[in-house]
C-alpha cells in the first residue's frame, strides 16, 4: 500500500549517500569551483575553508584573500600569488613554496610548520603563533605584524625589520639580533632576555614585563609606553625617552638618570627609589607610594624638585 502512495505521488524513495560519497562529490564541487575561479580571471576571493581539498594547481593566481583554513592541505604549488590574506590556520601545512608571494596576510596559526623559505616578504601580518617554528629565514620581511608567542623560538635573524608589533611573549627567545627594527610595539614578557642590542629601534612601545632584564642600551628611544614591572633592572640609561608611561614598579631601581622624559605616567610604587633628578620631565600622573621619597617629602617638595604635569601620588 505504502509503495502504491508513493508512485502516486510521484515520490521516489533515493538511497542516502555514504559519507565517503558525500565527500567524494564535495572534492568535486571544490575542484570545479577552482577551475571556474581561473576561468574567470583569479579575480576576487577564493574561500575554500573547511572543504575537503588537498591540493591546488601549479601558478594559482589569487588577486583577493585565499582561505584555506581548517583543510587537509599540506603544502602548497611552485608560483602561487595571493593579491590578499592567505589564511593556513589549523591545517596541516608543513611548509612554503620558495617563491611564495603573499600582498596581504598570512596567517600559520596552530599548524605544524616548522620552517619558512629564505627571502620571504609578507606585505600584511605574519601569524606563526602556536606552531612548531623555532627560527626565521635570512631576508625575511614584515610589512605589519609578526607573531611568535608561544611558539618554541630561540633566535631572530639579524637585520629583521618589522614594520608593525612583534610579539615574543612567552617564548625562549634570549636575545635580540643588532639591526633590529619594529615599527610599532616590541612584546617580550616573559622571556629569558637579559639585555637588548645597542641599535635596537622601537616606534611604538616595548613590553618587559617579568623578563630578567637587567639593563637597557644608551640612547634608548621608546616612542609608546616602556613596561620593567617585576623585572631586575636597577639603573636607566642617561637622557631615556619614553613618548607613554613608564612602569618601574616592584623593581630594584634606586635612582633615575638626568635628562629622562617620560610623556605619560611615572610609576615607582614599591621601589627603594631616594631621589630624583632636578630635569625629570613627567608628562603624566607620578606615583611615589610605598617609597623612600613618600615618607621623606611632601607632594608640594617634590613639585619643587621636579616638573610633574599631572598629579602625584604619595
Known amino acids: 500500500m ?5 508512485l502516486l505521488n510521484n515520490k521516489i524513495l533515493i538511497p542516502r549517500r555514504s559519507k565517503e560519497e ?33 591540493s591546488l594547481p601549479s601558478g594559482l593566481n589569487v588577486g583577493g584573500y585565499l582561505d584555506l583554513s581548517n583543510t587537509p592541505i599540506t603544502s602548497l604549488p611552485s608560483g602561487l600569488n595571493v593579491g590578499g590574506t ?8 608543513t611548509s612554503l613554496p620558495s617563491d611564495l608571494k603573499v600582498g596581504g596576510n598570512l596567517k600559520l596559526i596552530n599548524t605544524p610548520i ?40 630561540t633566535s631572530l635573524p639579524s637585520g629583521l625589520k618589522v614594520r608593525g608589533d612583534l610579539y615574543l611573549s612567552d617564548t625562549k627567545i634570549t636575545s635580540l639580533p643588532s639591526g633590529l627594527k619594529v615599527g610599532h610595539n616590541l612584546f617580550l614578557r616573559g622571556t629569558e632576555i637579559t639585555s637588548l642590542p645597542s641599535d635596537l629601534k622601537v616606534g611604538g ?16 628611544n621608546v616612542g609608546g ?23 618601574l614598579e616592584n ?4 635612582s633615575l638618570p638626568s635628562g629622562l622624559n617620560v610623556g605619560g605616567y611615572l610609576d615607582l610604587y614599591n621601589t627603594k627609589i631616594t631621589s630624583l633628578p632636578s630635569d625629570l620631565n613627567v608628562g603624566g600622573n607620578l606615583d611615589l607610594s610605598d617609597t623612600p621619597l613618600s615618607k621623606k617629602y611632601s607632594e608640594e617638595e617634590i613639585r619643587q624638585m621636579v616638573d610633574v604635569k599631572g598629579k602625584i601620588r604619595m
Open 2 to 6: 505504502i509503495k502504491l502512495l508513493e
Open 22 to 54: 558525500r565527500q567524494k562529490n564535495y572534492l568535486i564541487a571544490t575542484q570545479k569551483k577552482i577551475q571556474q575561479y581561473i576561468k574567470d580571471g583569479g579575480k576576487g576571493n577564493l574561500d575554500l575553508n573547511n572543504t575537503p581539498i588537498t
Open 86 to 93: 592567505l589564511d593556513l590556520a589549523s591545517t596541516l601545512i
Open 114 to 153: 616548522t620552517s619558512l623559505p629564505s627571502g620571504l616578504n609578507v606585505g600584511g601580518d605574519l601569524y606563526l603563533s602556536d606552531t612548531k617554528i623555532t627560527s626565521l629565514p635570512s631576508g625575511l620581511k614584515v610589512g605589519g605584524t609578526l607573531d611568535l608567542s608561544n611558539t618554541k623560538i
Open 205 to 220: 612601545s616595548l613590553d618587559l614585563r617579568y623578563t630578567k632584564i637587567t639593563s637597557l642600551p644608551s640612547g634608548l
Open 225 to 247: 609606553y616602556l613596561d620593567l614591572y617585576n623585572t631586575k633592572i636597577t639603573s636607566l640609561p642617561s637622557g631615556l625617552n619614553v613618548g607613554g608611561y613608564l612602569n
Open 251 to 254: 623593581t630594584k631601581i634606586t
